[in-house]
Each structure stands twice: as structure tokens, then as C-alpha cells.
């Protein structure tokens, strides 16, 4: 089968290629899916998990991709939840190989049902940007209606799903990012948007959450905002700063296939937008996701036509 793969960890995303690779089968538990749509997150390639196994050994080449919509070709042994030819979307397991391929093997419980109303491109983009926000809002960040959240990057991938989710959820979302990012951010949901390069962060104020995807200094200055009991969610790695009288939480998205309903269920009845910036084929994939200019939003790969 087709598939992107990286073999040095050093060459970042320019070290991907378009390589031939033997089809996987299915291991206990696993179906094999015929990969249409697959999303990439820049991060992947910074992730231990995708050069090296649970024991530290080399597992290159590695497929990265770990967002991925298609239909299941076939069940392992013992697969139950599931049926052949059936459409799914889900979040593999990040230290096995990906979607940016013709087939993948997973785990049945990384997957949920995909509405047949639901276009396979959309599909692919929401288990990454969809269970991270949902599980930093309301199981680690503990949300409640009526709250303040400080949403950085609201205009990318996670924070468009954190300001759009946070909102519903009766916040009030601050959303952060570029200058040029205000009026998209404000799309999504944001009620104030705060250029992190020309405004000052701490007019703000006080907020009970914030969901950092940025890490480093927008961080540290985050973190002193947090009024007491509330909590600094970060997906930027281990935090380097804490409230004063409060949490910080960093965490690694896991899949979910109830979680993954709620969202899908979202985007069927139009309280949920995905944020697709561009959609490229698996033979441009290594272009696409070497990107010459700036894209906001996700780049989603059609495997499949
Ligand atoms: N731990 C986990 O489970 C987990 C899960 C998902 C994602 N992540 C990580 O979370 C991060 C965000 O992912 P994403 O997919 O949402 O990325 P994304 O789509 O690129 O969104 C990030 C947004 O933040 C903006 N931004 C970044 N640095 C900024 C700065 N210094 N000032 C102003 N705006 C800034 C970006 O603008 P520009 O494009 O102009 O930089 C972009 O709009 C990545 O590092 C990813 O690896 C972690």
C-alpha cells in the first residue's frame, strides 16, 4: 500500500516521503480500516512515541497521522463493536503506525461510528481537535457553565473546538493568536480576542481556565491570570508554570468513542464547525504538509477520492 512514513526524527516534516508499505493485518481487538480521509498534527513528530515502541526500540519507518476517517475492510480476533464495511472515524494508538495511508490497523475502541451524513474529509478532522478540547475542558479543567476561559490559538485546530465547546458549555471564551487570526477566532465563538503579539495579555483580567496549546512564556503569563480554585490546562508538554492557588494539568488526548458521538453529534446539528484549512491527496501529501505559506486550520489528506 501507499503510505507517508518518517525515518529521522531530525528532518521534521521534511523528512517525510511517499513510500510503499506491506498492508497491516488485524491483532486481537483490531480492525484494519481503508483509510479515506487523515489528518496530521504538528506535534506528531516531536512525540517519542512515533520513532520509538513502549520498550524504547527503534519502530521506524513510522506512518504518523493519528486522526483518521474510512470504512472497516476487516476484524481481528475477538473484535466486537464493530462490523466490516462499516464507516468510522478515530484517534489511533500514537505508538502504532497512523492514517497517512491506504489501510491502518486499530484498536476497535479507538473508533466510533460515522454518520453517513457526515463527509469523510470532516470526519478526519475531528478526533484530534475534538477530544483534545473536550477532555482539557471538562475532565481535566472541570468546566462549569458561567466560567471565563482563556482560549489560545483560538483560530487553530484544538482552540477553534475549545472556544466552539467552552461556549456551549455556557462560558465566556477569551480567544488569543495572530493579528490576523481576530476576526476567525471571533467566528468560532470568541466573545474578546487578544493579539498575543500587539495586545497586553494581562488586561484580560482574571479568568478560571486556561487552555494552552502554546506553552513557554504565553504559558507563564497565563498562568498568573487564574483566580483561586481555577486551573492552566496544557497540551504544550509538562508546564512550566502554576497558578498561585490553583491547578495545572498537562495531559496526552486519549480516544473516546462516547466522547467521539458528542462531537460528531455537534457537527451533524450545527453546534460544532470543523476547521479545515486545506485538503490535499495521499501523492501531494509530503507538499501539503510542507506548507509555503501559512494555512490556518487543519490540512486534511483524501486518501480516497
Ligand atoms: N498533548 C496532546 O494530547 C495534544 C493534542 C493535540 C495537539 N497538541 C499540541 O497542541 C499544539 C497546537 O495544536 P493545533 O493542532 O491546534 O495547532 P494549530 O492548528 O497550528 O493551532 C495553534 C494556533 O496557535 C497559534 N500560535 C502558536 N504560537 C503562537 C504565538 N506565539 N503567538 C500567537 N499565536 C500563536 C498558531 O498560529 P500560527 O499558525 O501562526 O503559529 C495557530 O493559530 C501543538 O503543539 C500540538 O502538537 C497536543
Do not use: C
Not at 481503508?34 to 527503534?58: K, Q
Not at 497586553?200 to 482574571?206: I, R, S
Not at 501539503?288 to 486534511?300: M, V
Amino acid at each position: 500500500m501507499k503510505a507517508i512514513v518518517v525515518t529521522d526524527q531530525a528532518a521534521g516534516t521534511a523528512g517525510m516521503t511517499l513510500a510503499e508499505r506491506p498492508e497491516p493485518q488485524a491483532a486481537i481487538n483490531d480492525v484494519v480500516v481503508g483509510v479515506h480521509a487523515s489528518g496530521f498534527t504538528s506535534g506528531e513528530l516531536t512525540w517519542p512515541s512515533t520513532w520509538t515502541d513502549r520498550l524504547d526500540r527503534d519502530r521506524t519507518p513510522s506512518i504518523p497521522g493519528q486522526e483518521l476517517a474510512g470504512v472497516v475492510t476487516a476484524l481481528g480476533y475477538g473484535t466486537r463493536g464493530l462490523s466490516a464495511g462499516q464507516r468510522v472515524f478515530g484517534l489511533t494508538d500514537s505508538y502504532r503506525d497512523g492514517g497517512l495511508a491506504e489501510y491502518v490497523a486499530i484498536e476497535a475502541r479507538n473508533l466510533a461510528p460515522l454518520p453517513g451524513d457526515v463527509d469523510f474529509t470532516v470526519g478526519a478532522s475531528l478526533p484530534m481537535p475534538g477530544l483534545t478540547a473536550w477532555q482539557g475542558l471538562f475532565e481535566h479543567g472541570r468546566l462549569q457553565a458561567g466560567q471565563s476561559v482563556l482560549a489560545h490559538g483560538a483560530a487553530g485546530s484544538v482552540g477553534s473546538m475549545v472556544t466552539q465547546l467552552a461556549r456551549e458549555a455556557g462560558a465566556y471564551v477569551i480567544g488569543t493568536g495572530r493579528a490576523a487570526d481576530r476576526q476567525k477566532a471571533l467566528d468560532f465563538g470568541a466573545q474578546e480576542f487578544v493579539d498575543l503579539d500587539d495586545d497586553t495579555l494581562a488586561d484580560v483580567g482574571g479568568v478560571d481556565l486556561v487552555f494552552d496549546v502554546i506553552g513557554g512564556d504565553i504559558q507563564k503569563r497565563s498562568a498568573g491570570l487564574i483566580r483561586a480554585g481555577g486551573t492552566l490546562v496544557t497540551v504544550a508538554g509538562p508546564p512550566e508554570a502554576r497558578p498561585a492557588d490553583g491547578l495545572a494539568v498537562d495531559f496526552v488526548v486519549e480516544s473516546d468513542r462516547a466522547q467521539l458521538g458528542e462531537i460528531v453529534q455537534r457537527v451533524r446539528d450545527g453546534r460544532l464547525r470543523a476547521n479545515i484549512g486545506n485538503v490535499a491527496t495521499l501523492d501531494d501529501a509530503v507538499a501539503a504538509l510542507n506548507p509555503t505559506e501559512r494555512i490556518s486550520g487543519q490540512t486534511i489528506i483524501r486518501v480516497r477520492p
